[in-house]
T-cell receptor
C-alpha cells in the first residue's frame, strides 16, 4: 500500500515568491493534516481537514497561507508571499476518520522549504 | 505552542543497552502517542496509549503513562544502531484529535 505522497521534496525560493506543496493521502483516509516542522522542533499543526472541510485552521497564518482539499482527497498548501521565517519542513499526514476515535497519523516524507 | 516536553534532549548509548525517554505535558489528554523520525523513513508512529491505560508494550518498546503526574516514558530495550533517531511524544487533547508534539529526544545508538 502506498504511503502519504508529497511533492516536491525540496524547494528553494527567494522571499516574496509564491510556493505550493502537494499531498496525496493514503487511500481511504478521510482526515488530512498539514504540519510545519522547524529545525530542532516537533511538528506543529497548521490545518486539519475532515474530507473537504477544514475543521481546524487556527494555527494557519491566513494572511499568507492558504490550503485546499478539493474532492476530499489531494490537498495543496500555498504560501504567498514567502518570508525568510517560512523556511521549514512541511509535513502532510493522514488518518482514518478521527471523529470516531483516536487513530495514528501516517506522515509523508515532507517538503523542505528554504527561503533565501 | 508545544505541550509535551521530552527529557533528555539528547541521549547516547551503546548498542544492546536500554534507552529511556520521558515526556511531560500540561493539560488533560485523550491519548499520548510516540513517534520516531529519522532521515531515511520520516516520521513514523510507534505506539498509542490511552488516558485510561497505564502501560503498553510493542516489541522492544514499553510505554508507561501516569496521568496524575502528566508524564509518560518510552523504554527501548536492547537498542540497535537502527534505533538512532529523534523520538517525539504527542498528546491528543480531550476534545479533539489535534496532536501536539514535543521538541523530541535525539537518540544515538553506537555500535
Amino acid at each position: 500500500e502506498a504511503g502519504v505522497v508529497q511533492s516536491p521534496r525540496y524547494k528553494i525560493i527567494e522571499k516574496k515568491q509564491p510556493v505550493a506543496f502537494w499531498c496525496n493521502p493514503i487511500s481511504g483516509h478521510n482526515t488530512l493534516y498539514w504540519y510545519r516542522q522547524n529545525l530542532g522542533q516537533g511538528p506543529e499543526l497548521l490545518i486539519r481537514y475532515e474530507n473537504e472541510e477544514a475543521v481546524d485552521d487556527s494555527q494557519l497564518p491566513k494572511d499568507r497561507f492558504s490550503a485546499e482539499r478539493l474532492k476530499g482527497v489531494d490537498s495543496t498548501l500555498k504560501i504567498q508571499p514567502a518570508e525568510l521565517g517560512d523556511s521549514a519542513v512541511y509535513l502532510c499526514a493522514s488518518s482514518l476518520d478521527g471523529r470516531e476515535g483516536s487513530y495514528e497519523q501516517y506522515f509523508g516524507p515532507g517538503t523542505r522549504l528554504t527561503v533565501t | 505552542s508545544q505541550q509535551g516536553e521530552e527529557d533528555p534532549q539528547a541521549l547516547s548509548i551503546q548498542e544492546g543497552e536500554n534507552a529511556t525517554m520521558n515526556c511531560s505535558y500540561k493539560t488533560s489528554i485523550n491519548n499520548l502517542q510516540w513517534y520516531r523520525q529519522n532521515s531515511g523513513r520520516g516520521l513514523v508512529h510507534l505506539i498509542l496509549i490511552r488516558s485510561n491505560e497505564r502501560e503498553k508494550h510493542s516489541g522492544r518498546l514499553r510505554v508507561t503513562l501516569d496521568t496524575s503526574k502528566k508524564s509518560s516514558s518510552l523504554l527501548i530495550t536492547a537498542s540497535r544502531a537502527a534505533d538512532t533517531a529523534s523520538y517525539f511524544c504527542a498528546t491528543e487533547g480531550e476534545y479533539g484529535n489535534k496532536l501536539v508534539f514535543g521538541a523530541g529526544t535525539i537518540l544515538r545508538v553506537k555500535s
